[in-house]
């Protein structure tokens, strides 16, 4: 006798029944691995997907505002050439800030009106703090590719940002500060804003804790505005003698500080937060500012080929990168929706799960919608910022003294 059982024939109703479980099976595992992502409940764009941006175009900060937009643009065209987001095209609608916290605030209310979910901007730590309530009050995601000021961290719902918080930045500048030399004078100019005092406060507290023969023999505050009081600088800086000067200032005001310096025939070594990792300076400052060292989040671009389509879309060199981080936040936002949806709560749902490696590396967001830590040293040379490689930001202490040594002597 076999060991095997003969299969009872298959009548309609179980044939249909075998056949609707297979069906069932395939579209299960469609839903569950198909390149969409989840489920979308909620109703999705037919004609397009709009974006809203707030970026300042007028004031201090409009080259980094037309940078984060130029950035946004190639980031709209690549996804748009690719498809869009699930088959529909992704609009940027720019609303121009200026940089003023009141104008931003109003605009977002404008914004929330229109039915727009997610926000790119602001630029600066000031005006983005100022939207971040409204953001929550509103259930709008606001996501800034700029703004670094601590206190961002405490909006955790629907507030994100595509670079890292201050306090990384901030200790980050005292070891590279204090690798000059064991003991020496440092001057120290910071903005009276959220981001000059979380730049500042990180900044002290690792020159403190790692740095006891640093001495902070000046620590001046200035105002959130074009001009600074030059008298009181240039006054501080000849009774004090720094060897060392970190700005944490707007760019027109570290450029009239340097220049005040220069006619003064001072040459301490120059270091600068990302706020002056700019073109002014080299421009209107010239030869005096090389050797600046300045500051940034990482702005190394792994694809070159994203700077050949800068410069052949917009005409010229890419001087400074803050483009990269208008393109990387365009992207995350884009595989957000293409995830998890056009509404706000979807958007976030697909930034807490965002795992994406672009041109500056790997963004993943914390619970608090900051993204980790990554930075850059940069070095203005015949006034072109020039990334230092990281074996001369290990050894800085030997490198920094050759560039003091070199301006000493070429401001003479």
Known sequence: MSGHHEKPPQTKASKYITLGIIILTILMFILAFHPFGTIIDSDFPEDEVIVAVSLPFEG??????????RGIELAVEDINDEGGIRGVPVRAVYFDNKGNVTLAKAQFKEIRDLGIPVVIGGVSSTVTL????????????????????????AYGNYVYRTVSSDIYLGAGMAKIIGGRNETQNVMLISLDTSYGKSLRYAFLKEANASYPDMHIVSDIS??????????EIITAMKDTHPQSV?????????????????????????????????????????????GLIGFSQARRISD?????????????????RDSIYGYETMIVVSQAIEN?????????????????????????????????????????????????????????????????????????
């Open 222 to 231: 200035v105002p959130d505005s074009d001009t600074v009081n030059i008298t």
């Open 130 to 153: 100022a939207m971040a309530p409204y953001a929550e009050s509103y259930e709008i995601v606001l996501i800034s590719p700029s703004a670094t000021s601590a206190s961002l961290s």
């Open 340 to 412: 998890s949806g056009y509404t706000a709560d979807g958007i976030r749902e697909g930034l807490d799960l965002i795992r994406h490696v672009g041109l500056t590396g790997t963004i993943v967001f914390d619970e608090k919608g900051d993204a980790y830590p990554s930075y850059d040293v940069m070095r203005l040379e015949n006034g072109e910022w020039v990334d230092l490689p990281w074996k001369e930001v290990l050894t800085f202490e030997k490198k920094a003294a050759a560039i003091s040594s070199a301006h000493s002597t070429s401001s003479h």
């Open 304 to 320: 070159p080929s994203y700077e050949e389509h800068y410069i052949e879309t917009f005409g010229e060199e890419l001087m400074v």
């Open 246 to 290: 970190l700005l944490i200032v707007n760019p027109s005001q570290g450029v009239e500080i340097m220049k005040a310096a220069e006619k003064e025939g001072l040459s301490p070594a120059w270091f600068a937060s990302d706020t002056l990792t700019n073109r002014q300076v080299p421009l209107e400052v010239g030869a005096y500012a090389d």
């Open 60 to 69: 201090e900060m409009t080259e980094f505002g037309v940078e984060y937009m």
